[in-house]
């Protein structure tokens, strides 16, 4: 999840804020197009900074189809170290019976013998080249699920911005962009609330 918190913080953040307020401030040109925009109540700071931020961490934990594409992965990765456990175990198996046969002398002859010792070090590296496939599969598929919560974030961020007008949108983990924050800049709820009104489950199979 780590992984997928990374690429939404990378899309998502923007790292100077400071030197953008006093433009966006300043412009008001929307007020008299007719455009409808958030309303702020009396003395709410957010009026003044058109500005949000969505925590990350809780969107991962509560938008169902990451809640989904992470079970799924993670389903996938038990499956495989079963079944490389189960090939390691065997492997080990046959490595140990072959070692028995050359130290009790079974084998008819030394062709015999070294013929044996390749076939199973061909299976040890057929299960490297095995565990390294899987991985290479998990890590793609991994950052598949990242770029599709990655785009639905950013659909549901612009279709949100029609209505909402804010300047810029931050995305926060922990206290890594925003230290401290009125709870109006905050829009996780509603991101999340879009983003599961959209998901439907049985599309994403």
Known sequence: MKNISYIINGVLAVAIIVLFILFFTSNKGNAGNGETSLKYAE???????????????????????????????????????????????????????????????????????QQESVRIQKMETDLRAMAQRMQEDFMKEQQKVSNQITDSVRLILKELNKTAKYQMILSNSGLDNVLLAEDGYDITNTVIGLLNDRYKPEASK
């Open 43 to 113: 003395g709410d700071s957010t009026g003044v900074l058109p500005i949000a931020y969505v925590n990350v961490d809780s969107l991962l934990m509560n938008y169902n189809y990451a809640k989904d594409a992470n079970d799924a992965l993670m389903k996938k990765s038990n499956s495989s170290n079963a079944t490389l456990t189960q090939r390691q175990r065997q492997l080990e198996a046959e490595a140990a019976e072959f070692q028995r046969k050359v130290q009790n002398n079974a084998f008819l002859s030394q062709d015999r013998a």
